[in-house]
């Protein structure tokens, strides 16, 4: 799969954003899991939310639990991720992944995109 992400930007503290993972090379997201890790300066990876693309069961990490929301338009072949109440802590790179391992796609997603820049301002 090629994973193509979009809808960064920059938002004052409380704000929102709804970033968008798109499959480019033709293919369905069925049967992958796709979610969503990120990176702040000077900080490793972290995994953020992935769903199952056939169960929509979906995971988050504390941090976001309650303020992001995973979900999928399976017409449109994308995952979402909307992000409420975003913090300052909340500014990285967000990179949407794919795997077809329930296990990797939390830890060593096989399939990266470009990242999106996700900036909170205080």
């Known amino acids: 799969v090629q994973l193509q992400a979009s809808g960064g930007g920059l938002v004052p503290a409380g704000g929102s954003l709804r970033l968008s993972c798109a499959e480019t090379?033709?293919?369905?997201?069925?049967?992958?899991?796709v979610g969503w890790f990120r990176q702040a300066p000077g900080k490793e990876r972290e995994f953020v939310a992935r769903?199952?693309?056939?169960?929509?069961?979906?995971v988050y990490v504390d941090s976001v639990k309650d303020r992001f929301t995973i979900y999928r338009d399976i017409a449109r072949n994308t995952v979402y991720l909307q992000m409420n109440s975003l913090k300052p802590e909340d500014t990285s790179v967000y990179y949407c992944v794919a795997d077809l391992s329930i296990v990797r796609i939390t830890t060593a997603p096989s399939y990266w995109g470009q990242g999106t820049q996700v900036t909170v301002s205080s």
């Open positions: 090379s033709g293919r369905t997201f069925n049967p992958y899991f």
């Open positions: 769903i199952g693309w056939n169960s929509g069961t979906k």
